[in-house]
């Protein structure tokens, strides 16, 4: 394993995926993790993070000195690297010029980090401070044109620094050295694969479950899905699932789902149709995060309730994935305090969200996965494309894509409208372009005209984005022919809507959801 201290980069979480791509387990943890903490963890390398200090602000997150003692190959990464310098006695200073996007990077020492990269290659730079005299014992192995010391190394002690971002897809070269450090530097072996995790998650069920009952809420996406089939797998019928019909779903998609468990995978799921109780309770409601907290603790009434009445179930399954558990471990660094602050912009509603009193153990196979993991988990255990590439869907669905008061006519024109879009660009074979593709409806209603009839309507605003996680987003440069079939069709199939419109907010500012 290698591990990650993280001191409050963006890019964290993207270094633990780079690593795992190399089928080398890796985990991230905070930049307070202690040598002893370590230790116990037994890793065979450790990586510093970047981080949005300088290494000379007051509070700046620090390591535990001890860790330098450890006898451990250490990767310093921008700030984890100047970190290593200044804590190693060398010299950190606020560079004449930051250097920021793409740089040539010229290679002193071609050898171990450096082997197979080529002289000269592409890597991200973000940067305004910079070494400018290396700890006694350091050797250059690269620079720039702008920074003289952009990698470093202590080879005795296998401690190494760079400047640039080795993670990011942009840093060419970055894929080769992270491959050296993994298996020349640290000597890891490539056995963080598909096969052993499942074999490994099975066993684990099974031993901590043992013979007791386990429940799971299914809402259809790929992590539930992927963990029914494995809790199916490792303790058959020991796991109910069920699924809670908000009422919220796209159309047909609740059928599709239990006609999918029940008939196909032959995973027996318990159908709670609490479609009345939720839009009741959001009567009158317009507040986007009331509605989210509203139907949080709907879901909770009827998942408890439905718990009891087919219990009882001694463990609950939670579809946790890793960046939820580093999340919650870990957050911003305030540059002012160095300590850690969450920056709440949506409270996302997820099975999640059930109260820590709640009498349940818990079983969370997936907690260690990134979601492209989860996906080839999925996939390995004979999950179906159509749920294994199947795109985001919010757990309060349609209901934050209505905005204002949520009613059953509004539902319905919701529902007919986001069914074209989905058939419009699944029959064209663009599904797999965009990362989520959907319909929002507007409270408003504006002026129109068909067959000599004045119409007065509601719009449907179209959200067709691309993107590579969700943090970020960019509206779809779909081609006109398909929008004018959406519009052309939204219009004249679906009673109550007179107007479609295209959002071409990206994310930021805007963010993907409209509420
Ligand atoms: P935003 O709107 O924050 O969405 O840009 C980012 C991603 O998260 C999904 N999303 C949610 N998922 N519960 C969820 O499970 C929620 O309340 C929720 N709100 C947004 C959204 O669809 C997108 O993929």
């Known amino acids: 394993m290698i591990v990650i201290l993280d001191f409050g980069s963006q890019y964290s979480e993207l270094i633990a995926r780079r690593i795992r791509e190399t089928q080398v387990y890796s985990e991230v943890l905070s930049y307070r993790t202690t040598a002893e903490q370590l230790r116990q963890l037994n890793p065979k390398g450790i990586i510093f993070s970047g981080g949005p200090n300088s290494v000379y602000d007051t509070g700046a997150p620090r390591c535990d000195p001890e860790i330098w003692n450890m006898g451990l190959p250490i990767l310093g990464v921008c700030y984890g690297m100047q970190l290593m310098v200044q804590q190693l006695g060398g010299e950190v200073a606020k560079a004449d010029r930051g250097e920021y996007g793409k740089a040539s990077l010229y290679i002193d020492d071609p050898t171990d980090l450096f082997t197979n990269v080529e002289d000269g290659t592409t ?55 992270i491959r050296n450090f993994v298996y020349h530097i640290c000597e890891c072996e490539p056995t963080w694969t598909t096969a052993a995790f499942v074999e490994q998650a099975i066993r684990e069920i099974r031993a901590r479950v043992g013979d007791k009952r386990v429940l799971l809420a299914l809402s259809g996406g790929v992590d539930s899905s992927t963990l029914a089939f494995l809790l199916h797998k490792a303790i058959g019928d020991q796991l109910t699932c069920v699924f809670i019909d908000q009422g919220f779903m796209r159309k047909y998609e609740p059928e599709r789902l239990l006609k999918l468990f029940q008939e196909q995978f032959h995973i027996p799921v318990e159908y709670v149709n609490a479609r009345e109780r939720f839009i009741s309770s959001l009567s009158g409601i317009t507040d986007p995060e009331e509605k989210r907290r509203i139907i949080g603790r709907e879901f909770i009434i009827a998942f408890e309730e439905t718990s009891r009445r087919l219990g009882p179930f001694d463990y609950l399954a939670q579809g946790t994935l890793y960046p939820d558990v580093i999340e919650s471990a870990n957050t911003n660094v305030d540059p002012q305090t160095g300590e850690r602050v969450a920056v709440k912009i949506k409270s996302h509603h997820n099975v999640g969200g059930l109260p820590k009193d709640l009498r349940f153990k818990l079983v969370e196979p997936l907690r260690k996965l990134f979601k492209d993991e989860v996906r080839k988990v999925g996939r390995s255990i004979g999950l179906p494309e159509e749920i294994v590439q199947r795109h985001p869907f919010p757990g309060p669905g349609l209901a934050i894509r209505i905005i ?15 069914l074209i879009v989905r058939q419009e660009i699944n029959q064209r074979g663009l599904y797999h372009d965009y990362w989520q593709a959907f319909a929002v409806l507007l409270p408003v209603r504006s002026v129109g005209v ?3 009839q004045r119409t007065y309507a509601y719009p449907i605003v179209l959200r067709i984005i691309t993107s590579e996680d969700g943090m970020t987003a960019d509206w779809a440069r779909v081609p006109y022919d398909v929008l004018e079939v959406i519009s052309n069709r939204i219009v004249n199939e679906v009673k109550g809507v007179n107007r479609v419109v295209y959002d071409i907010t990206s994310k930021p500012p805007g963010t993907i959801e409209w509420e």
């Open 450 to 452: 068909m067959g000599d």
């Open 123 to 177: 890597m991200w730079m973000s940067h305004g401070d910079s070494v400018i005299q290396m700890p006694e014992q350091f050797e250059l192995l690269a620079h720039t044109e702008n920074t003289p010391c952009a990698a470093i190394a202590d080879h005795d002690k296998k401690l190494y620094g760079v400047q640039f971002h080795p993670e990011v897809v942009h840093s060419v070269g970055g894929i080769a050295l």
């Open 404 to 418: 204002g008061e949520i009613t059953a006519e509004r539902l319905n024109i919701l529902r007919d409208a986001d």
